[in-house]
């Protein structure tokens, strides 16, 4: 939600879904990291979450609405919009988060649910959560991502691991 505005964001991939198909699939990613402060966002946490749930509405609104779509809102304004290439399929959304505002963005617009690498138990509490939730949507996906540090020692590792972590936490 940082890089493009949502109504750009769906007119490339409207244009990408018409040239390839089902092959294209969208990780959203609305908070952490240093990467919003670099393009000038100084969000808190819930102005985040704010800024990727309306990111969303517009990016749906412009990608599967009508011919044009206005909207206006806290962080996005758009005027009569208009949308040539449409995507002939939905696109899977990804999506991660725990807070309620981000399982409430990803009971609605999310395909996949995108979690970081935890021990097993971890992993299967956090899916029982996710599925126990009354906004639950059958059909939603499960997935995992993990980092791989891999350096000549396990003391280089760790450190490089540590590193990784403060700059994206």
Known sequence: PFQYHPAQCAKMIGTLTDWFGPRIQLNV?????????????????????????????????????????SHRGEFYDVDDFLMVERAKEKVPIYLSGSSDIARSLLYRYGDYYLMFGLPLEATRA??????????????LKFCLR??????????AGGAASSLRATRTS
């Not at 819930?46 to 990111?55: K, N, Y």
């Not at 959560?129 to 059909?139: F, K, L």
């Open 146 to 155: 993990f980092h791989l540090v891999v350096r000549e020692t396990s003391e």
């Open 126 to 139: 956090e899916i029982e959560r996710v599925r126990a939730a009354a906004e639950y949507r059958p059909g």
């Open 29 to 69: 990613v609305g908070a952490g990291g240093d990467e919003p402060a670099m393009l000038g966002v100084h969000d808190d946490r819930d102005a985040s979450q704010r800024r990727l749930g309306e990111w969303l509405e517009v990016f749906h609104g412009v990608l599967y609405g009508g011919q044009t779509f």
